[in-house]
């Protein structure tokens, strides 16, 4: 290699390694949050007001597994072939398409109290936070996001349940 | 003849400089939101796909912002160029898995795709604008020196 290509090739290095050190030092906290295990997305507090807007609350897995062990609902906001092929077991489909139908079912088996937790195919797919917002329309007051959804579940090694997957 | 190719030159290297600057500064906008994006090419493990997102988009902006201010120029196009050889990859792992990167929940099939497909010869284009930028780079460089 000519020393003049050499000089070239340590300098695009050096680019790539000064613009990666810019940018960790800048997002720090988040890259260590999200190697941890840890929620990255900003929590949303749930400040009840009259007139407010509630949000699902976000949550990571470590949080969806204890919720889950605290007989948390989980419902999988995605299409019924998605849900059938694999889903996260004890998993209630609930989705956009048919959600008029199966709406009431819900309605009547899970109470308003009860702590609920949306998923659905992970960042990206707005259908769990969307499920979530009607939810707490229809006056449920302990929603939540797992936004990492059955891609993170998956990639954890957890059980699946469902045609695809193991049962 | 060597004024048309430094005007080609510098139209070149303004235009991929200028682009990766205002791509760099939006993604590094919203890094959470590009770290969905990451997420979504389901090819890099959960952290991982934080890493990428927290320095990807500063390693473009410094890379375009050389090319604006003509320095170093070789070296930050060879940068662009090997990110941009890395995005083409991912685009065709997509594409060949099918993978509709828009969530794919309720969308009609064929809107991932057609995104996917843009982005693969837009991103065709910029390659081309790289190894142009890079060349004439070359070029001007060795007349000046002859």
Not at chain 1, 29 to 48: H, L, Y
Not at chain 2, 30 to 36: K, W
């Amino acid at each position: 290699m000519s020393s003049e290509l050499r000089r070239i090739v340590l300098e695009t290095i050096i680019i790539f390694v000064l613009g990666a050190v810019l940018g960790l030092s800048f997002n720090y906290r988040m890259v260590m949050n999200a190697f941890t295990g840890k929620t990255v997305a900003p929590a949303v507090k749930v400040e009840v007001q009259e007139g407010d807007i509630l949000f699902p609350l976000p949550v990571d897995l470590g949080e969806v597994q204890e919720l889950l062990k605290q007989g948390a609902v989980i419902v999988d906001a995605r299409s019924e072939e998605l849900y059938a092929e694999a889903h996260i077991p004890k998993a209630v489909n609930l989705n956009m398409a048919y959600y008029e139908e199966t709406l009431p079912a819900f309605l009547k088996s899970v109470s308003r109290d009860a702590v609920v937790i949306t998923y659905c195919s992970g960042y990206g797919c707005d259908d769990s936070f969307e499920i979530g917002m009607r939810l707490i329309d229809e006056g449920y007051m302990n929603v939540h996001v797992f936004e990492g959804g059955l891609p993170q579940w998956r990639d954890a090694g957890l059980p699946v349940e469902g045609a695809g997957g193991q049962p | 003849m060597n004024r048309w190719i430094a005007i080609v030159y510098h139209l070149c290297r303004l235009g991929l400089g200028g682009l990766f600057v205002y791509a760099g500064l939006i993604k590094a906008e919203d890094t959470v939101g590009f770290a969905r994006s990451v997420a979504n090419y389901k090819i890099l493990p959960y952290g991982w796909n934080y890493l990428v997102a927290a320095s990807l988009p500063y390693v473009e902006f410094l890379a375009g912002l050389l090319l604006v201010l003509n320095r170093k120029v070789r070296p930050a196009v060879l940068v662009l160029g090997v990110l941009n050889l890395v995005f083409i990859m991912a685009l065709v792992s997509v594409l060949v898995r099918g993978l509709d990167i828009d969530c794919g929940c309720f969308d009609t099939s064929g809107e991932g795709h057609t995104t996917a497909q843009w982005a693969l010869f837009r991103d065709i284009g910029i390659m081309f604008l790289v190894v142009a930028t890079y060349r004439l780079r070359s070029w001007l460089v060795s007349e000046k020196q002859g």
